[in-house]
């Protein structure tokens, strides 16, 4: 059954570093998002990305935070300076279509420790 | 103010018992999602209900949806200890936000053998 892949499952990194999570959504989806749970927390929305632009952002996706499709299969999530309260589970997700309409598959995670 | 929310926050019951979790919402939305997560794992989807639905069926699980109240239920039947899982609904909103999931603070269940 296809999935969607994440690597690494687990990063460690120092406070000021920039962070490159990865993923590789299901082959067919179009529509690409990026969600980080703090421990213990809900699951919190940070971008969705369509045709090659983020089609929606939220607040906590601010101008330390950016993401790309590289080559058509990868997904990325960069975080330019990482800080302590960057400490999440980072997961990715995709869909085949938008998701008025169907339900989003989601990776097994990054779990990001800023130290 | 949060979209949605999920009760109880835990729920602790025997194999074999029925597992009831709630979940309310403030705006309207297009539709309601039911999704399950392990310990540390990914989200697996469950059941998908629409805003003109009321009820679904998937296997043991049982959701409703109630729009005039802004709520809805997930219900697990005859529950087995591998369903001990925290349990998320979200929502899809109807107006605006078509791509992103809000989900509740969820529901942690523990089913013992």
């Known amino acids: 059954e296809p999935e969607v892949t994440q690597t690494p499952s687990h990063q460690v990194t120092q406070m000021g570093q920039e962070v490159i999570l990865r993923c590789v959504p299901i082959?067919?989806?179009?529509?690409f998002y990026w969600y980080r749970q703090i421990l213990g927390q809900k699951v919190e929305f940070l971008v969705s990305?369509?045709?090659?632009?983020?089609?929606?952002k939220s607040e906590i996706f601010d101008d330390q935070f950016s993401v790309e499709r590289p080559d058509g299969s990868n997904f990325t999530l960069k975080i330019r300076s990482t800080k302590l309260e960057d400490s999440a589970m980072y997961f990715c997700?995709?869909?085949?279509?938008?998701?008025?309409?169907?339900?989003?598959?989601f990776g097994q995670g990054t779990r990001l420790t800023v130290v | 103010s949060q979209q949605g929310e999920e009760d109880p926050q835990a729920l602790s019951i025997q194999e074999g018992e029925n597992a009831t979790m709630n979940c309310s919402y403030k705006?309207?939305?297009?539709?309601l999602q039911w999704y399950r997560q392990n310990s540390g794992r990914g989200l697996v989807h469950l059941i998908l209900?629409?805003?003109?639905?009321r009820e679904k069926h998937s296997g043991r699980l049982r959701v409703t949806l109630d729009t005039s109240k802004k709520s809805s239920s997930l219900l697990i039947t005859a529950s087995r200890a591998a369903d001990t899982a925290s349990y998320f609904c979200?929502?899809?909103?109807?107006?605006?936000?078509?791509?992103?999931?809000?989900f509740g603070a969820g529901t942690r269940l523990a089913v013992h053998p």
């Open positions: 997700a995709s869909s085949q279509i938008e998701l008025r309409d169907t339900e989003a598959f």
């Open positions: 082959s067919n989806h179009l529509y």
């Open positions: 990305f369509y045709n090659n632009e983020i089609s929606e």
């Open positions: 705006t309207s939305i297009n539709n």
């Open positions: 209900i629409r805003s003109n639905e």
């Open positions: 979200a929502t899809v909103l109807f107006s605006g936000g078509y791509n992103k999931l809000i």
